[in-house]
């Protein structure tokens, strides 16, 4: 499959609010990069409104479309975590939770409802949260000796790529994420470098 050049993501929390009938639904987007991110931000929208009657989500994350999952908390099937989901795939974006909590308000909104109401909410907080483009990274080991930090290093800024972790001693080690659309030019760049080993990280 071949991944495109940009995705659509947020780099900062959000939150937005409909109501319908009594009934508040308040959602939070939040950018998460992992599975143990959703979970997490997850369990800290819990503690922060205690007392909300459901906690439905969706999530979408990486590039290759088969990492989501949607819950709908306690609603009837398919009215509230399907139709989150729903607007973030209708943006383009990846990379996100969205967490709609509802405080019932007494009045029974009906499927219909339920779904117009969860995806109000989500489409309300992606309107108010600005996404951003970022590039597709595509991860790769570099090893080489400490002498040649300086010629890395500005390589490294010259094509924009993201230091993922890094291990400096005499003999470094430095996994790093190169832009895809600049991938070729920055790996005959680094290549030029005396010593150095370049491999592709598996994913």
Request: charged share 25%; with cysteine.
């Amino acid at each position: 499959m071949q991944l495109p050049d940009y995705f659509n993501t947020i780099n900062s929390t959000g939150t937005a609010e409909f109501k319908d009938k009594g009934s508040r639904f308040v959602a939070i987007a939040v950018p998460v990069k992992t599975i143990a991110d959703c979970k997490q931000r997850i369990a800290e929208v819990k503690k922060q409104y205690p007392k909300a009657s459901h906690y439905c989500f969706a999530y979408r994350l990486g590039l290759d479309n088969n990492q989501f999952r949607v819950s709908d908390d306690g609603e009837p099937s398919g009215s509230a975590g399907r139709p989150i989901l729903g607007q973030i795939d209708s943006r383009g974006a990846t990379d996100i939770l969205i967490v709609v909590v509802r405080y019932f308000g007494g009045t029974l909104l009906g499927v219909p409802g339920l779904i117009n109401a969860y995806k109000s909410a989500a489409a309300m907080v992606l309107q108010v949260m600005p996404l951003i483009r970022k590039p597709v990274l595509i991860p790769y080991q570099l090893q080489f000796d400490y002498t040649q930090m300086n010629d890395i290093m500005i390589a490294v800024k010259q094509f924009d790529c993201e230091i993922l972790k890094q291990d400096i001693q005499l003999f470094c080690a430095m996994d790093i994420g190169i832009p895809q659309y600049r991938l070729d030019e920055t790996l005959m760049k680094l290549g030029d470098a005396r010593d150095i080993s370049i491999k592709a990280i598996k994913k």
